[in-house]
């Protein structure tokens, strides 16, 4: 951190550059366990190095994704919890780039505040540095922009963005689909990163009242303030597994749109998701949802998860090899559909 970097202008104006160091010092422990062989500087450069092992591949692709935690960060200021926010922002967009079959490399991270706050934006960071760790990515760099002016000094938001790998011949295209085949839901950790403006609405939760925080038994004695800030799940090393063992014909990441919008972007012309929805296992914080805020079953499929966070295609003699090989990596998994012809995409039956 540099000692003679400081400008009174500038910080009468709303903007520290110190505070920025400051957290880039607090925030540096996080961003380095997260490091993997492919990482070639640390940070505080212009760019983040990454050396990638494209041995064993005869056509490497790369494969990117990138995306927000949307208005769930509100929860995260209301509630003044910051370290689990990131975990959400890696998850978006690792969760989006193995539905292609990509491996992540690395993630790098954007935050936009009102106020730089170092402990803060540490915080933050952390979880961040979690997120990529659990998808095995290294965080190998960032920036932290503060707008005063453009939103209040507490606000902030946070996105990221990731680079993955697959071998082209390796890539999921659902050319393979066929009528048949089975789908496997793989259970969610709950809201995940969708939907959130619904949320606030239906219990009020910009007002931030204290039931909110209040133990709720249909939760499993959680609060609602506890139970929608769970980090979303990520499925990386999970389907990583899967796909070395298993003929995987195709992989939808349930998120903003729920079923009805994410389902058919893996299935082919011609091809249907018949999907049974007494098999899919409804968490309880969308019952308390749809019943709280009186939303018909149908707009709560078009908008969340409802418990599946992806939906995994496999041929039908390989479904229980893939439900083993995914319980073996810590998921609840089964079956809740099969591919039928017609061209709807997905049916809800």
Known sequence: MSNS?????????????????KSVELMKNHVKSTFTSG??????GFGGLFAPDFSGMSEPVLVSGTDGCGTKV????????????GIDAVAMCVNDIICCGAKPLFFLDYIACGKNYPEKIAAIVSGVAEGCRQSGAALIGGETAEHPGLMPEEDYDLAGFA??????KKVLDNTRMAE????????????HSNGFSLVRKVFNIDNNGPELYTAREELGGKSIAETVLTPTRIYVKS??????????KGISHITGGGFYENIPRAI????????????VKVLPI??????????????????????????????????DKAIEILKENGEDAYVIGDIVKGDEGVVLN
Do not use: W
């Open 268 to 279: 082919p012309e011609g091809l249907t998701a018949n999907i049974n929805k007494s098999a």
């Open 74 to 85: 509100k929860m995260a200021i209301l509630m003044d919890k910051h370290d689990t926010i």
């Open 239 to 248: 389907v990583m597994a899967l796909l070395e063992k298993v003929d995987v």
């Open 39 to 44: 990482v070639l500087q640390d940070i505080g």
């Open 286 to 319: 969308f019952d308390l949802i749809a019943k709280e805020g009186n939303i018909p079953e149908r707009d709560m499929y078009n908008t969340y998860n409802m418990g599946v966070g992806l939906c995994i295609v496999v041929p039908a003699n390989e479904v």
């Open 5 to 21: 970097s400081h400008s009174a202008s500038y910080a009468a104006a709303g903007v520290d550059v110190t505070a920025g160091y």
């Open 163 to 168: 680079v993955g790998v697959v071998d082209k």
């Open 180 to 191: 048949g085949d089975v789908v496997i839901a793989v259970a969610s950790s709950g809201i």
